[in-house]
């Protein structure tokens, strides 16, 4: 068990995550202490008195010598902050493991990146390694230049479609698999078209942008994808929006036919997205195609004129080596797609493991993540990427990043406004998150609006959820 009794300060959110950070597991709070059930025993104590944060090792881990024991500092960050990054050190110092991204656990690193002068001092303050810091800081600046086009109270329209053609291994959303509900997939599609019918015609926000994802949009049939599609861009106040872009995310589910009807409507921005170009990993992780499917949908889409292409990448399939991910990374490089992400996969939860085993597969995990994502950041600099969007994972060992990179000014302004909570969404379909951003005195105020998960509970409550919405952006 590790305990950490937190003494002259309630800061036990930050202490979670530091934990968190290191187990992988979501500790509980009792009587001010953080409980972590990991096969290790030690106890810490986390002190805030007076000017002073004191974060010791009182029991636990006999071989630490006692200046590695404790840590003591008159901080120049907020309690809140030091109580962090201190345990980080001393976890570090315990476990012997240290992570790129030190002790910003936060999944928006940037935003923090904007808050100092200089890279290195994300390095000083926060023990983020020089190569991260110098990501993150880039980062924030491509954002903020993105962010300069948009206005602040610009509202930013997304609509799902939560099915696909079949489910990833990995996946973490709401997807269901379209060939068990093909006859749901029409009421649901009218759905959609039903409550922005409702919703629309209500709101005075200008509105900037429009994301059609899932799931996989082109999951819907020739025919059905078309209604969508016509539906959709039927509705005046989205006519004008300065950018679009549709999530043609499966290869396997693109034909020219669905190209035609994007096309037809002005679209000039999609995504297409083989996650890895080695055969035998698509296979494991249940993609039902293959790296040709998807070369062949990537020129399709670029004969047809498409002007801007993403492509998503995934570090750390199951089974893949580093060798098989760079190799899919330069071969997606030659087809010069305007847009790659490169995401970041990370095994969790390690509560039944020994300590000893903890410390190997961190170690081993890390490496292999590690020269993923390093290769990945230099061959795609080399190529004249520019990295635009940044985000963390939580609850991953390591927590791991996840990076937009843009070639010339193509990055999508979709993607900075919603993953940095910079501007308000309002989401359509089923499991859609709404969100109002308030920003006042430089303190940004956020409140949610999720929606049901479950679509045929979508289409039973349409007018119902279509109403709260209208209410959430008066
Ligand atoms: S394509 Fe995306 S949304 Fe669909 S099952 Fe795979 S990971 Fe999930």
Redesign the pocket.
Known sequence: MLTIRCIGHTCFYQISDIVRLFTGIIPTEKDGCILSDVPYSATIESISEGPRVVTRLVEGFPELSPEDRSIETVPELPVSREVKRQLYILLSKMLEVHYPWGSLTGIRPTQVAGEVEKAEDLSRIYNVREDKAELAFLTHQEEERILSDSKEESLHIYIGI?F?????A????V?QEAPKKRDLLPSYVDAVLSELDLVLPNITHPIETLYIG???PTVLDEALFERFITGVFSHPELKDVKEVTVEA??PDTITEAKLQTLRKAGITRICI?P?TLCDATLLRV??KHTAKDFEDAFQLARKMGFAVINTDLIAGLPKETPEEFCDSLSRIIELGPENITVHSLSKKRRSDLSREEIVMLQKEDLSKMEKMLTFASSVLSKAGYVPYYLYKQKDTLGGHENVGYQKGNTGCLYNVAMMGDKRSVLSFGAGGMSKRIFPSDGQVRIERCPCVKEPTQYIRSIEEIAQKKIRFFE
């Not at 696909?164 to 990833?168: D, G, L, T």
């Not at 990995?170 to 959303?173: A, E, L």
């Open positions: 939560p696909c053609p079949s489910r990833c990995y996946c973490s959303f997807a899932g799931g996989t995310g499966r997205n996650q249940g993609r």
